[in-house]
């Protein structure tokens, strides 16, 4: 059997031990320490925004946090794009929230705003206001923010922006992550980068971001001893994961380069197939390229070449499910116009790791071109 090829796998830069080391030597191996603080002073740095940054256990954490400090809770309604990881929904039902999915637009493949203003008229006539809106960067590539802000200003309804795949992306020169009124990142093993596990939160004011520490960090009140009067949660990160995540602060703008480059070899690789097409950058907008996915003509199509992959040990994997076909989430209210069931039917996401070598590369595409001659 030939190597495995992956999706997107981790890739470390080696500066990461040294900051690990540090922690070892001082004995910060708590989920407090310099790791965490200088992890979140580099994330702003980056970031290049009056933000404020919040480490914590993971992008969904940061997305549960978001909910509770919008007040969202039971009954509430709250809008999500359909077209996304299971995680940008879930943390809505553990609010006793009812979660509200919405389809896509075809030029970014994320939340489309017609749908979305289609959505929040109908729920205001049915009796609520939705509580947020979860748009979604996927795969990298931005979604339409100023459209998206203007329809969520109008009905004064906050964004909260899921940005767990676009680290590195930008939209008119800002960088996502920084474009809702509540960002989430994610450095889970396969995201652009990662500390194996691990998330942020990034806020507008140094008084939010105290608010999401102390709710995840089991919300002790000032005292001698424990006191609680609001319950919390242990969503902080660890400053052992942090230092994975400084040393991969390090690489990040080089993994955004060897993403972009995966999609320029793949684009030129595949431009003799009529068959494959992909996404493009909308005017303003710049993404990670955190995955390379391509559309085909159609099921059939896509499942075969998939196939072949697999049979290669190469990993691909569809376009992801929309949630309102998931049979957790389809009893939820959905606003569709069908571009996220067809990206799902004909889409499939290619190797995309920013440590994936030429000879690997080309593996793939070999593979690709010998299933479109058969
Ligand atoms: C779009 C999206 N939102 C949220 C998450 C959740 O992030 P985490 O795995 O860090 O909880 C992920 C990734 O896992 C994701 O891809």
Same mark, same amino acid.
């Given at each position: ?10 890739? &470390? ?9 540090? /922690? ?21 740095? $980056? ?14 954490? /940061? ?10 809770? @039971? ?8 077209? *996304? ?9 553990? @609010? ?21 203003? +289609?959505?929040?008229?109908?729920? #205001? *006539? ?25 329809? /969520? ?13 676009? =680290? ?15 960002? !989430? ?9 990662? *500390? ?5 939160? !990034? ?11 102390? =709710? ?14 609001? #319950?919390? $949660?242990?969503?902080? &990160? ?9 040393? @991969? &602060? ?16 793949? +684009? ?32 059939? *199509?896509?499942? %075969?070449?998939? @196939? ?8 691909? +994997?569809?376009?992801?499910?929309? &949630? ?10 959905? $606003? ?9 039917? +004909? %889409? ?7 440590? =994936?070598?030429?000879?690997? =590369? ?8 010998? $299933?479109?001659?058969?």
């Amino acid at each position: 059997m030939k190597p495995k090829i992956w999706l997107s796998s981790p890739h &470390m830069s080696g500066n990461e031990l040294s900051y690990i080391q540090d /922690a070892f030597d001082a004995n910060w191996v708590a989920p407090l320490g310099p790791n965490v603080n200088g992890f979140e002073n580099d994330l702003t740095t $980056y970031l290049q925004e009056e933000r404020h940054v919040a480490a914590l256990a993971s992008g969904t954490a /940061a997305l549960h946090l978001s909910l509770i400090l919008l007040g969202v809770g @039971q009954g509430d309604e709250v809008i999500c794009q359909s077209k *996304t990881f299971s995680a940008s929904a879930n943390p809505i039902i553990y @609010q006793g929230a009812t979660p509200v999915f919405v389809d896509s637009e075809e030029e970014t493949w994320n939340m489309c705003p017609e749908q979305l203003e +289609r959505a929040i008229h109908d729920r #205001i *006539t049915k009796g609520k206001t939705p509580k947020a809106i979860i748009a979604v960067h996927l795969y990298g590539m931005p979604y339409k923010a100023d459209e998206i802000n203007t329809i /969520a200003s109008k009905y004064n309804i906050p964004v909260i922006e899921d940005s767990a795949e676009a =680290l590195g992306s930008l939209y008119k020169g800002q960088h996502c992550g920084t474009l809702g009124d509540f960002s !989430v990142l994610s450095f889970n093993g396969n995201k652009i980068i990662t *500390t194996s596990g691990g998330g942020a939160l !990034v806020v507008s004011t140094s008084a939010l971001k105290e608010k999401a520490i102390f =709710l995840a960090t089991q919300a002790r009140d000032q005292a001698p001893y424990y006191l609680h009067s609001e #319950i919390g $949660y242990n969503y902080r &990160m660890s400053n052992i994961v942090a230092g994975i995540g400084r040393g @991969q &602060m390090t690489v990040l703008d080089q993994h955004v380069e060897q993403r972009r480059a995966n999609y320029n070899h793949y +684009r030129e690789a595949f431009k003799a197939h009529a068959q494959i097409t992909f996404l493009k950058e909308p005017e303003g907008m710049t993404s990670n390229r955190w995955l390379t996915c391509i559309l085909l003509d159609n099921e059939t *199509t896509r499942e %075969g070449l998939r @196939q072949a992959l697999e049979h290669e040990n190469i990993e691909s +994997r569809p376009l992801w499910k929309p &949630m309102h076909q998931q049979p957790v989430f389809k009893a939820y209210p959905h $606003y569709l116009n069908g571009v996220s069931d067809a990206l799902f039917q +004909r %889409g499939l996401c290619l190797p995309s790791g920013s440590n =994936l070598t030429e000879e690997e =590369l080309n593996r793939v595409t070999s593979t690709v071109h010998a $299933y479109f001659k058969t």
